[in-house]
């Protein structure tokens, strides 16, 4: 598991580093960044957007809360989100705003969505 913010390359599809899987772990979740090729690896829509969950913390709220890999957070504090930087600077506005929790729009690999709140600490 990566630390908190902490980067990694998981696969490399090609040279081109716009096919390159890349995680980032924030809020117990190690967060995949979708794009074209991911999508059609993962079988998923070529439409699709957002931050794939790779892996859930053990014991951490996210667990709690039942997210899960494969689910897709599609919204962060109000505000679609594709990117690491997306997420990441709506994590910091909603901690400057004074907040201790976040808000996410998460959808399942079966369509469905659900809202969750997790900690900014």
């Known amino acids: 598991m990566l630390k908190e913010g902490e980067k990694k390359a998981i696969a490399e599809i090609s040279d081109n580093t716009e096919d390159e899987a890349v995680t980032q772990t924030v809020l117990g979740l190690e967060l995949l960044e979708l794009n074209k090729t991911l999508n059609k690896r993962y079988k998923l829509d070529p439409k ?68 969750v709140a997790l900690p900014l600490d």
């Open 48 to 115: 699709t957007k957002g931050l794939m969950i790779v892996s859930v913390e053990d014991d951490s709220v996210a667990a709690e809360k039942r997210l899960r890999p494969g689910d897709r957070i599609v919204a962060a504090a109000l505000k679609d989100v594709e990117t690491f930087e997306e997420l990441n600077k709506l994590i910091d506005k909603t901690k400057d705003k004074g907040r201790k929790r976040i808000l996410l729009l998460i959808e399942q690999p079966d369509g469905n969505s659900r809202s």
